[in-house]
């Protein structure tokens, strides 16, 4: 039989395989790196810029603040200063019925302020609006609620909340105008 030679694979085709592999690989990253050095991510940023951006945007955003703010009245002590509370009482009181009940609750309302009488001005001008705000957190009392301990105190909370809503509203006050609410009648028959 004749013999039949068998070719061993030649050892310089890897080699070269190997070696196409590596510089396409060579040429990808070098090209990645080219682009990103000619889009100048390389280069040093101005981190300081978008800072200085920022601080001259929250600059501007007080600014208008302070134009917003009325000026707190307040009377002269020797210690410290004191701000002088002011007060407006609603002429009327607010009716409501007692949610799910036969009951009325009539109650009468004073609120007090550390600012200005611009303040006082524009509970005037917006007495409807607020007074409407009030009866409608009213009308959704229950008689469970009037049991609660600290029923009270969570209203006169609500509606300061309330008043202040509607003050921001109307005048787009950037504060809260109205401190307390004090009830000076609360009848619940």
């Not at 050095?37 to 945007?57: H, M, Q, S, V």
């Not at 409501?96 to 550390?114: C, D, E, G, L």
């Not at 300061?160 to 009648?185: D, S």
Request: aromatic content about 10%; proline content about 2%; charged content about 30%.
């Amino acid at each position: 039989m004749a013999e039949v030679e068998e070719e061993a694979p030649s050892k310089g085709g890897l080699i070269k395989i190997i070696l196409l592999v590596l510089v396409v690989l060579l040429i990808a990253v070098g090209s990645a790196l080219g682009a990103l050095f000619f889009t100048g991510f390389f280069e040093e940023k101005e981190a300081d810029a978008a800072e200085e951006a920022i601080a001259e945007l929250e600059a501007e955003i007080e600014g208008t603040d302070e134009i917003q703010m009325p000026e707190r009245v307040s009377k002269e002590t020797a210690e410290e200063e004191k701000f002088k509370p002011t007060y407006y009482t609603f002429d009327q009181p607010f009716v409501a019925n007692v949610a799910n009940s036969r009951k009325v609750m009539q109650i009468t309302v004073a609120v007090m302020t550390y600012y200005d009488e611009r303040v006082l001005t524009a509970i005037e001008d917006h007495k409807f609006a607020i007074q409407s705000a009030v009866l409608d957190r009213l009308r959704m009392v229950t008689e469970a609620e009037l049991r609660e301990e600290d029923f009270r105190r969570d209203l006169q909370e609500d509606l300061t909340l309330i008043m202040n809503e509607v003050l921001e509203k109307f005048e787009e006050f950037k504060f809260a105008g109205i401190e307390e609410v004090y009830f000076i009648g609360f009848v619940v028959q």
